[in-house]
């Protein structure tokens, strides 16, 4: 794994680029359950002893959904949550891939590569973290929220969705955030509008000490803008179309100002800082969640 793209001192909960040895854990999964909790989403849980064993907030796992010449290439999927050797996954059903994934059974058996990429980090003498979700961009912020809340550190959520019933992941927020704000876009649930307004006013009013975001990319570029007007350290969450996962493949850049770096492997978080947002060089970003495809 490369140098960890954000260079604060403090400590980091992701571990390293896989288990503690340094190399990806190939591990044979059983379905625990699969339940659909708002429409085209869900969340599977899967037996998986030693990536949730292994596996730090922000990072992910490479699937194989199925055999057959459409699932040639694994699926990347942040990891929800991670608790008693089962790991949790939230999903969209986008393509032929999530979809088989929907159809699994309790029983049914897959395998897996990971955990892969760089996560999340907490600077040292950070007491208030404010976690910005954005849809399904909640995927990789669950598992963040229970770490920081075991540590004592007072989270807050911005919490936004099209659509009341797109607020997926809410109930481990609302288990572990002092404050829960939410905004839909049709004021199905919390304020009208977008997420963004909720974190503006967030910084004004609570002065975190840092910021965890993810959603889509015009979401994560206005908060990382929001975060330096405000003088606080923000840390996003990427979205790439990825093919091998490991690396070697580079169909997952994002331009920094230390040059190209991979998503799969110096990512997928990143200091906000450290992007580019305006590079052209940037391949174009799925239409939903590239992370779940």
């Known amino acids: 794994m490369g140098a960890p793209e954000v260079a604060r001192p403090g400590v980091d909960v992701s571990g390293a680029c896989s288990h503690e040895a340094g190399h990806p854990l190939l591990e044979n999964v059983i379905v625990l359950s699969n339940d659909r909790v708002a429409e085209g989403v869900g969340v599977i849980v899967l037996q998986s002893p030693r990536v949730a064993a292994a596996v730090r907030p922000g990072q992910f796992v490479h699937l194989r959904i199925a055999e057959g010449s459409d699932f040639i290439l694994r699926r990347p ?8 050797g089962r790991i949790h996954i939230l999903y969209q059903v986008l393509g032929p891939g999530t979809r088989v994934l929907s159809e699994k059974w309790q029983g049914d058996k ?26 399904l961009g909640a995927a990789p912020l669950g598992m963040l929220a229970e770490e920081l809340a075991r540590r004592g550190i007072a ?5 936004g969705a099209p659509t009341a019933s797109r607020l997926v992941g809410r109930d481990v927020f609302e288990a572990t955030a002092r404050r829960v704000m939410t905004s839909t876009d049709d004021g199905s649930a919390g304020e009208r509008g977008l997420v963004t307004t909720l974190v503006e006013r967030a910084l004004d009013a609570e002065r975190p000490d840092v910021v965890y975001a993810c959603g889509p ?7 990382a803008a929001h975060a330096a007007g405000a003088d606080v350290p923000c840390q996003v969450s990427l979205e790439r179309l990825m093919a091998c996962g490991v690396g070697a493949c580079l169909s997952c850049v994002v331009a920094t100002t230390e040059g190209q770096r991979r998503a799969c492997v110096e990512g997928p978080v990143f200091d906000a800082e450290r992007v580019i947002w305006d590079a052209t060089g940037i ?3 799925h239409e939903e969640s590239a992370w779940h495809l």
């Open 110 to 135: 897959m395998d897996l590569i990971g955990p892969l990429g760089h996560g999340w980090q907490v600077p040292n003498g950070v007491a208030h973290a404010l976690l910005v979700a954005g849809g």
């Open 155 to 159: 989270v807050t959520v911005a919490h």
């Open 217 to 223: 990319e015009a979401m994560a570029r206005i908060v």
């Open 283 to 285: 391949p174009p970003k």
């Open 77 to 84: 999927f942040s990891v929800h949550r991670a608790e008693e």
